[in-house]
């Protein structure tokens, strides 16, 4: 068994972990750092967001508004303290995005361009066409190639956090290409591996994202929080799920249905004109936008297509050259995947699953439960979204919370003495036997991973979509269990050692199946309706008795479900109301 | 995807194999697979790892077209296979390889790493000598400004090009179009001033003058990035510079 000792151990590559490296590599270039990531970080799922990222900039804007918007878009849900220092901090960390070299998109003399997005008053998106995520990713990743302190573990793929005396103080991780577990040591680890959209069939995640962070911190008995809330995005491709920016309609895009009417209105969105217009109609926020498509729908008002029902997105009245410079990649999306030319043709889109506003518990500090681990970005849950995120947030999100989750690990870092070598060595060896003996030796299962995978899927979909009842996610809890029992008879054809694909894809559904349960219980749990999480059985919010976040525990039978209270400081709950 | 009518239709994929560890030569194994209208070779061999055989090993993640992870030869040319339809090729079969002018680590696996190393000689990162604070606000840079390094800053690393150019296969230490265009990404970048330091790599031997101009980068770029277009501005730069250098010693450079 060999090991590595490190001060912070980053696990995951993607926005968070990239930027949180960043700020060890130029603040704290003492400390020995090590970013794991199973992929090379610019294959990251950050690389796909496309709209922007949110931060007070003009000087028509101010921090209160950005505060109330994401408040009343959390459905309250959201800390409002985290939310304060969240939009305090948003300027500076895009700025130093701009000082990296960033991308961003000008006004004709060069200052930082805006745009609208969903559920905003004012407009604050700071925006690279519409490849925002992928211009910053790059850019994140380039400027971390500069810092000698940061060592890479590219490919490499974590499976257990390795905990003794009470603290966090590593990981064991397998190369992928050699099939090898090591026990990678470190003083503070900080887990930044994205959600896990891929517990759902129609995602726009892509198919790395599958909440290993979620699940190896879950496993070491650190709480789940909010995982009831997952965002579905008003507007992906039928069939691929393709995400369709949210900047299409902050451009101007409708939204219409089969009689080409504007059925937002008729959903608390309206009036429909004048249009443009800033948190109204098109410009509404994900979750009541996606719930309206399925009343849409179901009366009979949608668009039928190969892959479901559709509405259409048109951005065809913006013309060919505001398309070209500000809607490129939706251009080229819609022509290769739904083989229409959006700049003559509406784009059939549905909603589909996109982010979860839940994840690993963490406090302010991005500190969890367990000392010596930390989590950022879409894998932890600090309460920036509550029960709805804001389109925009979350680009930031992983900047502001990146960089602090990397300070607070360093601080806890230089406090420790060191690493308990000899029984973190062992748990790695216990873990490389487990992973032979369930997996790669394993000759007598009956399971494939697919179908597995496929029936969590649809379990998933019809337990925990946009609307929810006591009798589907009772019958998803039911089907979740059985198919967790399943799991333990799976099969792989794949024995080698070397780039074993189909192991990390099976271990990938184990902490999916957790994951997929946290969810179901949470939502189960949860007898009301907010943001996201909508039941037809109790239709409306109830701050009497939920006004509180939900924490998913692990236990050896149904995950068991505690609640905290939710931070309130300037904005006592209240109604949300749009389009007006 | 399951609910697209394939009618029944199959299409033939041979693919690349090889297993170091299992020993054995390279060889090509044959599947069946569904065809259907909109699926892409990346949905082929999906349904092949899902539904016949699990051992097939290659990299994915987006199916859009933008994280660069499934690159690889379909019927001899470098393509993202999450963009290379199979209606495209229907009903002739799809030979799937490995990108070319890499060494296989599995399959349709490829080791990269020498790539990264590339990438971090030339610096790919904004140089300033004073770094302007914070609280003096953003580098002012207009559109036209943005637009001189635009297109090269859409480099999504997917290795196309490299696998392309018939001088990486020649001369494995050539720094290659995609590293070029990043420097050049940087180098045209108002708010950049570290083209100086980039130059010892990018205009030495390994560099910008290892390239032939053949083209066949910017042929196969997903993103119209066109580094043989950046590998010909920076090697007319370079030749001004080393005009300025030897015929203007005494002179103010730039």
Redesign the interface.
């Known amino acids: 068994m060999e090991s590595r000792e490190h001060d912070v151990l980053i696990v995951g590559g993607g926005g968070t972990g990239l930027r949180a490296a960043i700020e060890l590599g130029e603040q704290f270039p003492k400390l020995l750092v090590a970013v794991v990531s199973k992929v090379y970080p610019m294959r990251s799922h950050t690389v796909a967001a496309e709209g922007g990222a949110a931060a007070v900039i003009k000087s028509n804007d101010n921090h209160d508004a950005h505060c109330y918007d994401t408040v009343s878009g959390s459905d309250w849900l959201g800390d409002q303290d985290v939310i304060e220092l969240f939009v305090r901090e948003a300027p500076n960390e895009l700025l130093r995005m701009e000082h990296w070299g960033c991308p961003w998109s000008r006004e004709p003399d060069g200052h930082i361009a805006v745009r609208p997005f969903g559920g905003m008053k004012i407009e604050r998106t700071w925006f690279a066409a519409d490849k925002t995520g992928f211009h910053m990713l790059h850019t994140l990743y380039q400027t971390a190639l500069q810092f000698k302190n940061i060592e890479w573990y590219d490919e490499w793929f974590v499976s257990k956090l390795l905990v003794e005396d009470g603290r966090c103080q590593g990981v064991a991780a397998m190369q992928m290409l050699t099939g090898q577990v090591h026990a990678l040591l470190a003083k503070a680890v900080v887990i930044c591996t994205g959600g896990a959209g891929r517990i759902f069939p129609f995602t726009t995640n892509g198919a790395i994202k599958t909440g290993d962070g979620m699940g190896i911190a879950y496993r070491a008995g650190v709480a789940l929080k909010d995982m009831e809330f997952v965002q579905y995005h008003p507007t992906g491709l039928p069939g691929t799920g393709i995400l369709i920016t949210e900047a299409a309609r902050g451009e101007g895009g409708i939204l219409v249905n089969k009689d080409g009417y504007r059925y937002l209105q008729d959903y608390g969105m309206g009036p429909a004109e004048p249009w443009p217009r800033l948190r109204g109609m098109e410009l509404g926020p994900r979750d009541k936008l996606s719930q309206a498509f399925v009343h849409e729908d179901q009366k009979g008002r949608t668009i039928s297509s190969p892959y479901g029902n559709v509405v259409h997105l048109d951005i065809r009245h913006l013309g060919e050259a505001k398309i070209n410079k500000k809607l490129p990649f939706v251009r080229e999306l819609s022509k290769n995947y739904a083989g229409i030319d959006p700049v003559v043709q509406p784009i059939p889109v549905r909603p589909v699953v996109h982010y979860m506003m839940g994840g690993i518990d963490t406090d302010i500090h991005s500190a969890t439960s367990l000392p010596g681990l930390f989590a950022a970005g879409e894998s932890a849950c600090v309460s920036l979204n509550g029960a709805n995120r804001l389109g925009s947030n979350s680009l930031t999100e992983l900047l502001v919370f990146g960089s602090r989750a990397a300070r607070a690990a360093a601080e806890f870092a230089s406090q420790q003495p060191g690493v308990a070598d000899a029984k973190l060595l062992a748990q790695a060896e216990a873990e490389q036997q487990r992973i032979a003996a369930q997996y790669i030796r394993k000759q007598d299962g009956k399971e494939r991973i697919a179908t597995i995978r496929n029936e969590m899927n649809l379990a998933m979909e019809s337990g925990a979509g946009i609307y929810r009842t006591e009798a589907s996610l009772a019958k998803g809890c039911e089907l979740l269990a059985a198919l967790k029992e399943r799991f333990r008879n799976v099969q792989l054809d794949d024995h080698s050692v070397s780039f074993n694909t189909e192991l990390f894809t099976a271990m990938e559904l184990e902490f999916m199946l957790d994951i997929a349960e946290a969810v179901m219980h949470s939502a189960h749990h949860r007898k009301e309706s907010r943001g996201s999480h909508q039941r037809t059985d109790f239709a409306a919010r109830d701050d009497e008795n939920y006004l509180k976040h939900s924490l998913a525990n692990r236990t050896d039978g149904a995950p068991r479900i505690d609640y905290k209270d939710v931070v309130i400081t300037r904005w006592p709950p209240g109604e949300r109301i749009y389009g007006k | ?1 399951a ?3 394939s009618g029944g239709a199959t299409m033939r994929l041979e693919v690349f194999r090889y ?4 020993g054995g030569e390279p060889r090509f194994q044959s599947y069946e697979v569904p065809f259907r209208e ?1 699926w892409v070779v990346l949905d082929a061999l999906n349904y092949i ?3 016949l ?3 097939l ?13 499934c690159g690889m030869m379909v019927n001899g040319v470098p393509k993202l296979s999450c ?1 290379a339809f199979l209606r495209d090729y229907h009903p002739n079969p799809i030979r799937v390889e490995p990108l070319e002018n890499f060494p296989v ?2 399959d349709l ?1 490829f080791n ?1 790493d020498a790539f ?1 190393d590339k ?2 000689t030339v ?4 140089v ?1 000598q004073e ?2 604070p ?1 609280s003096e ?7 036209a ?2 637009a001189q ?2 297109e090269f ?5 997917c290795m196309l090009c490299y696998a392309a150019c018939p001088q990486m296969g020649l001369e494995p230490d050539f720094i290659g179009p995609a590293a070029i265009a ?1 420097a050049q990404r ?1 180098n045209l ?1 108002s ?2 001033q570290g083209r100086d330091q980039r130059q010892e790599v990018v205009a030495s031997h390994e560099g910008i003058w290892d390239c032939t101009f053949v083209g066949e980068c910017s042929v196969v770029c997903p993103k119209h990035v066109d580094p043989a277009g950046a590998i010909q501005q920076a090697k007319l730069a370079s030749t001004i510079d080393w005009f300025q250098e030897v015929l203007w010693p005494f002179g103010a450079r730039k």
């Not at chain 2, 090993?57 to 992870?69: A, E, F, I, L, Q």
């Not at chain 2, 800053?153 to 690393?157: A, G, T």
């Open positions: 995807m609910n697209s009518e297993s170091p560890e299992q909109d790892k899902d539904q055989d699990g051992t090993t290659y990299r994915w993640s987006c199916r859009m077209g933008v994280c660069g992870s963009a680590l599995r696996v990269l990264l990438l971090k610096q790919p990162w904004l300033r770094k302007k914070l606000g953003e580098y002012l840079q207009t559109p400004q943005h390094f635009k800053s859409m480099c999504i690393n990043l940087y970048d708010r950049d």
